[in-house]
């Protein structure tokens, strides 16, 4: 698996990283990981290193995988943001 913070070209990182912020956390408090790609998608992992907590994402055309991040983000799936 690509580690998709490792490779901020990727598409996907950067709506990732600001939505992170955006719910209050440290976007290099998480990793993003990217399974093999498909013409119907691909599954991605989101990780909080300090917590170990993740969450597993469908990626494809029309899939709302950044809406389920926030919603998962902002309802203390992956617990709370680190005070600034």
Not at 5 to 8: A, I, Q, R, T, Y
Not at 78 to 82: E, I, V
């Given at each position: 698996?690509?580690?998709l913070?490792?490779?901020?070209q990727d598409p996907l990182w950067a709506p990732l990283s600001?939505?992170?912020s955006r719910a209050g956390?440290?976007?290099r408090d998480f990793?993003?990981?990217s399974g093999p790609r498909?013409?119907?998608g691909h599954l991605i992992t989101l990780r909080r290193r300090s917590t170990g907590q993740r969450r597993h994402?469908?990626?494809m055309p029309g899939s709302p995988w950044l809406f389920n991040a926030f919603a998962d983000l902002t309802g203390g799936c992956?617990?709370?943001?680190?005070p600034h």
């Open positions: 698996m690509a580690r913070d490792d490779l901020p600001s939505t992170l956390f440290e976007p990793e993003l990981r498909s013409e119907l994402y469908t990626v992956f617990g709370q943001p680190a």
